[in-house]
């Protein structure tokens, strides 16, 4: 027998469409139904034509189309020499137009930041012993005997302050020279004004001891109290430690005024409020990049952020973070956290690297599962190869993904590094499809030449997987107009990924089938095809498919029963209930720390900082860039004023408050907006080289040239203001704290640009429009599934329940993601738009199958558990199989991809098999038109013959023996088809002999 291909016609919808109807209703929703039929004859009937003709071109020639399809992945991997990965914060998660970029930039360009800050944190039961301190001071040994290539160590690499008590002090030992000693006490007795002993001498003269002081390196921690002096620190006892530090006020290596009470955390007053013991210290290293290095070409990119570091530099980081990882092991007496300037983009790199075994075991364990279900378990009919073969479709759809879009330039940001997951779990999908519809074929088409089995398995699977193929593109597609960089990024590879998952499946993977069948059919071995087994018949075990059983002959049957349908829905609506309290209590929140492996000690140091200290709000930075501060003086100091009063700041550190005191004291008026430009440029250098204004010379200015003690100042190039906000928890309260600033600045009208810049700025206008974004995006993924499972399905009626379910199915996951300790952030954010693609998988397939389907609703509803049941639990327990892996991730991308599939996967399987069925059994529309005719005709002809030249034209035919009828009455032949199936068609027994009438 043989079978003709499908006939196409092309239907153009037009007034006839609308007033078609079946006869009898002739309403609008008959109507709409009618031009749907007519317009989803022409769709379906296309696809069809076009998959069957392609199935035979491929089952032809399979090795032209598993070369092209090689050649093809070749060919778009060029594009990796263009592969670049993106791990800065700002270029990931924060719209390329927004003011934190456009800042950013200008600070790279106008304000490039010289230093690099390494912290270190102690934890005990309290610092403020002495072996603690001495545990301090090791630490900082081992850091300043740290050397690199060229020798260079910690003493090349700091920046240094000047040490005013003069050429008299000395590091590791209290000062007790007499200027330091006049000094000390002349500051005591001016707690908040530091005494200008610049005023004691000339200028000139000043300005000469000023070149010849002794600089010390930046290095801030409670051991500046005793000089980190060994000797000394080894004689403290628990009185004296207490005195000590109660009493200093500068500090013994550099003189300058100190508040070490800020560097203790958790700290312990007695009665009096006197500090007696505290539970964390902080310590702090500056160093200072090398600029002439990075011009000459010494340099490399700093990993996490956009600026050059000298190679020295970058090398000693390195260093740096293997020994204070080595030391934080060695303590005795207290708990060591460190970070280092480099620390957040060496560690997201190492966590990106860290990912590939996880896909690795993914693979593996999904590997695993596919070999169980696709073959059987005899020695011909097992799929090893294949389902290797197929696997590797997703490898080539990986390398067409990330090739094209390195082409184009596509950013990789780490989130992408889930992608192949993401991509293995919707590659098998499409992969066990058309492996059921290959198993689900009749009786008839079971009978003819391989060549064209191939083309009416591609026929009947092709839809199938374009419905899901299209939706899950649209959905990326829709993601990627998303103004969040890394969102966009993401959704741009997957939905390539997919289209190419797509064609793969459809033709390398049915091109390998088709071989593999022939193997079968030659009674080869399934895991070395070259060894024959002319003698071999399937044992008894192998013949039988539990799975396909367990959806026919139990899980259809009792959920289709009245008792049960009646608790399906009631637990649904129950669901529903429950999930979207749920839903109302999920926040919005995101943090960078976030993206980092919880075990590492990065995280970990976050975390402790985070506990000790956490009265420290953020920190921003008022930058002023081609602005005439003569001019302007009265406006900055009404802009000070303002923040000042803001309830959302604490402090403000500028440097005009200083310079206004500094001059009035000394008979000068400040503001004065006729002062000449020189006089200003002169007095702001005497400002910045005296000892009140030192600390905002590299700081807070930059200069058109050199600036010197003796000369007045260069022309500003760019100057800035500091200021710090309160504690604020939560994402809107902090939102409307950025939102004052940046009110209060545009309403002053500067001349030049003056803008607030803070690291915290970056998540807060991330938090600003992430919830905007999210909606959006869901709300457009949705729109656009809904159309295409309409035009796909063809019934109005079906592809709203389709929608329903994908509604639910996000209601119930949002509520879980709350009840998990997940929050709205960026990374939820591209998981729920990809929810939205995987879930829809689940229904479409139940949807579509409905609707092929003829008899009565609960007999359809029977058929179509029965016999896409089976294809859509594979594909969900698949995909979570892929994910699976992750959940031994300790990053918070990783973990929070694997809480949503699990619960995409969950609540999309109740979804699509257990509610949609029993929707459907309730209000199911009518079939397709075609599937009405097919009954009619099946019902006057179940036992069709074959043409015997069409049977012996099936490879191997020949060779087989006819056996007795099967279990549904038809006379079965042993054919090759026969081994690989029995009976796979679910529901023949209802579909063949039930005629419906129109």
Same mark, same amino acid.
Not at 154 to 181: H, I, T, Y
């Given at each position: 027998m043989k079978i003709s291909p499908p006939d196409y016609k092309v239907c153009m919808p037009c007034r006839s469409c609308l007033d078609k109807g079946n006869g009898t209703d002739k309403g609008p929703t008959s109507s709409i139904n009618s031009c749907l039929t007519s317009v989803s004859s022409s769709v379906i009937g296309f696809f069809e034509y076009v998959f069957y003709s392609y199935g035979v071109a491929i089952a032809k020639r399979p090795i032209v189309f598993i070369l092209l399809s090689l050649v093809l992945c070749g060919a778009c991997c060029i594009g990796l020499l263009n592969f670049k990965t993106e791990s800065r914060g700002y270029k990931l998660w924060i719209p390329e137009d927004s003011d934190y970029i456009k800042i950013q930039e200008w600070q790279t360009e106008e304000?490039?930041?010289?230093?690099?800050? *390494?912290?270190?944190?102690?934890?005990?039961?309290?610092?403020?012993?002495?072996?603690?301190?001495?545990?301090?001071?090791?630490? *900082?040994?081992?850091?300043?005997?740290?050397?690199?290539?060229?020798?260079?160590?910690?003493?090349?690499?700091?920046?240094?302050?000047? !040490?005013?008590?003069?050429?008299?002090?000395?590091?590791?030992?209290?000062?007790?020279?007499?200027?330091?000693?006049?000094? /000390?006490? /002349?500051?005591?007795?001016?707690?908040?004004?530091?005494?200008?002993?610049?005023?004691l001498v000339s200028r000139d003269d000043y300005c000469d001891l000023q070149e010849t002081l002794r600089t010390e390196c930046i290095e801030n921690s409670l051991l500046e109290v005793w000089g980190y002096d060994r000797d000394y620190l080894e004689s403290l006892t628990p009185e004296t430690i207490i005195r000590d530090l109660s009493q200093a006020e500068t500090s013994s290596v550099t003189g300058l005024p100190a508040n070490f009470t800020k560097y203790l955390g958790g700290i312990t007053r007695n009665a009096e409020g006197k500090i007696i013991g505290a539970r964390a210290a902080t310590h702090t290293w500056i160093a200072e990049v090398d600029r002439t290095a990075i011009d000459n070409g010494e340099s490399s990119d700093d990993p996490g952020t956009e600026s050059k570091i000298d190679k020295t530099s970058s090398d000693w980081e390195k260093r740096l973070i293997v020994e204070l990882g080595e030391t934080s092991y060695r303590l005795d007496s207290s708990n060591f956290y460190y970070s280092v300037a480099s620390s957040f983009g060496l560690i997201s790199g190492e966590t990106i690297q860290g990912d590939v075994q996880m896909l690795g075991l993914g693979f593996v364990i999904v590997f695993i599962y596919v070999v169980i279900m696709l073959g059987r378990f005899n020695l011909v009919e097992q799929r090893p190869i294949l389902s290797l073969l197929g696997l590797s479709s997703v490898g080539l759809a990986i390398g067409v993904s990330y090739g094209l879009c390195s082409a184009f330039g596509i950013l990789y940001g780490p989130v992408n590094s889930v992608l192949p997951f993401l991509l293995l779990g919707l590659g098998i999908d499409d992969m066990f499809v058309i492996m059921q519809t290959w198993n689900n074929l009749e009786l008839e088409e079971e009978?003819?030449?391989?060549?064209? /089995?191939?083309?009416?398995?591609?026929? *009947?699977?092709?839809?199938?997987? @374009?419905? =899901?193929?299209?939706?899950?593109? @649209?959905?990326?597609? %829709?993601?990627? @107009?998303?103004?969040?960089?890394?969102?966009?990024?993401?959704?741009?590879?997957?939905?390539?990924?997919?289209?190419? %998952?797509?064609?793969?499946?459809?033709?390398?993977?049915?091109?390998?089938?088709?071989?593999?069948?022939?193997?079968?059919?030659?009674?080869?071995?399934?895991?070395?095809?070259?060894?024959?087994?002319?003698?071999?018949?399937?044992?008894?075990?192998?013949?039988?498919?539990?799975?396909?059983?367990?959806?026919?002959?139990?899980?259809?049957?009792?959920?289709?029963?009245?008792?049960?349908?009646?608790?399906?829905?009631?637990?649904?609506?129950?669901?529903?209930?429950? =999930?979207?309290?749920?839903?109302?209590?999920?926040?919005?929140?995101?943090?960078?720390?976030?993206?980092?492996?919880?075990?590492?000690?990065?995280?970990?140091?976050?975390?402790?900082?985070?506990?000790?200290?956490?009265?420290?709000?953020?920190?921003? %930075? %008022?930058?002023?860039?081609?602005?005439?501060? !003569?001019?302007?003086?009265?406006?900055?100091?009404?802009?000070?004023?303002?923040?000042?009063?803001?309830?959302?700041?604490?402090?403000?550190?500028?440097?005009?408050?200083?310079?206004?005191?500094?001059?009035?004291?000394?008979?000068?008026?400040?503001?004065?907006?006729?002062?000449?430009?020189?006089?200003?440029?002169?007095?702001?250098?005497?400002?910045?080289?005296?000892?009140?204004?030192?600390?905002?010379?590299?700081?807070?200015?930059?200069?058109?040239?050199?600036?010197?003690?003796?000369?007045?100042?260069?022309?500003?190039?760019?100057s800035s203001i500091g200021y710090k906000h309160i504690l604020l928890v939560g994402s809107k309260p902090e939102i409307a704290a950025m939102s004052e600033v940046k009110r209060i600045i545009a309403s002053m009208n500067f001349s030049g640009l003056v803008a607030p810049w803070a690291r915290s700025y970056s998540e807060w206008e991330t938090n600003e429009i992430i919830e905007e974004e999210l909606y959006r995006n869901m709300g457009l993924a949705l729109l656009v599934v809904f159309l295409m499972t309409l035009l796909l399905i063809a019934s109005l009626s079906t592809s709203l329940m389709v929608l329903l379910c994908v509604v639910l199915t996000l209601v119930d996951v949002c509520a879980l993601m709350n009840w998990w300790g997940l929050t709205i952030d960026t990374v939820s954010c591209i998981d729920l738009v990809l929810a939205i693609g995987l879930c829809v998988d689940y229904a479409v397939h139940v949807g579509h199958t409905f609707m092929t389907e003829s008899g009565t609703r609960n007999q359809r509803a029977r058929q179509t558990v029965a016999k896409i049941g089976p294809a859509v639990l594979n594909g969900g327990i698949s995909t979570f199989l892929a994910f699976a892996p992750l959940a031994a991730s300790d990053s918070h991308v990783f973990l929070t991809f694997f809480k949503i599939f699990f619960a995409v996967c969950m609540f999309g399987l109740y979804n699509g098999l257990v509610f949609l069925p029993v929707l459907l059994s309730f209000v199911g529309p009518a079939p397709y038109e075609t599937s009405v005719i097919s009954s009619k005709v099946s019902s006057t002809d179940t036992t069709p013959q074959k043409k015997s030249s069409d049977w012996n034209s099936a490879p191997g035919m020949e060779k087989m023996k006819t056996h007795s009828a099967g279990k549904n009455g038809h006379s079965n032949h042993n054919s090759a088809r026969d081994l690989t199936i029995e009976d796979v068609t679910p529901g023949r027994d209802q579909t063949m002999n039930t005629t419906v009438s129109s």
């Open positions: 304000f490039p930041s010289d230093s690099r800050v *390494h912290l270190g944190l102690y934890e005990a039961e309290n610092v403020l012993k002495k072996e603690v301190l001495l545990n301090m001071l090791d630490v *900082h040994e081992k850091v300043a005997n740290i050397t690199v290539e060229g020798g260079k160590s910690w003493e090349d690499l700091c920046a240094r302050l000047p !040490v005013v008590g003069g050429p008299f002090g000395r590091r590791k030992k209290r000062s007790s020279s007499k200027f330091g000693d006049e000094f /000390r006490e /002349r500051a005591k007795r001016q707690t908040d004004v530091v005494f200008d002993w610049s005023s009978q003819v030449p391989l060549v064209e /089995r191939v083309g009416l398995t591609l026929k *009947h699977a092709g839809v199938a997987i @374009t419905v =899901t193929s299209v939706t899950d593109f @649209t959905a990326f597609a %829709i993601g990627s @107009t998303t103004v969040l960089p890394a969102l966009r990024s993401f959704c741009l590879y997957a939905a390539i990924g997919i289209a190419a %998952i797509y064609f793969f499946q459809s033709t390398y993977f049915v091109a390998w089938l088709t071989y593999d069948q022939r193997r079968l059919e030659s009674k080869r071995q399934g895991c070395f095809w070259c060894l024959k087994l002319d003698n071999w018949t399937p044992n008894e075990c192998s013949k039988k498919d539990l799975l396909q059983n367990f959806f026919e002959n139990y899980y259809a049957r009792i959920l289709l029963k009245l008792p049960t349908k009646i608790l399906v829905i009631l637990f649904t609506v129950a669901l529903l209930g429950v =999930t979207s309290w749920g839903v109302s209590n999920l926040r919005q929140d995101f943090d960078p720390i976030w993206f980092l492996p919880q075990r590492s000690y990065l995280y970990q140091f976050f975390t402790k900082q985070r506990s000790y200290y956490p009265s420290s709000g953020q920190e921003g %930075i %008022i930058y002023f860039g081609q602005v005439d501060l !003569v001019r302007e003086m009265p406006r900055i100091e009404e802009l000070v004023s303002r923040l000042k009063e803001s309830n959302s700041i604490s402090e403000v550190s500028d440097w005009y408050s200083d310079f206004k005191s500094y001059w009035v004291d000394k008979g000068v008026s400040i503001p004065d907006p006729n002062m000449a430009k020189n006089d200003f440029q002169d007095r702001l250098s005497q400002f910045l080289f005296a000892p009140v204004g030192s600390k905002y010379r590299r700081r807070n200015f930059r200069f058109l040239g050199n600036l010197t003690c003796k000369d007045p100042a260069p022309p500003v190039r760019a």
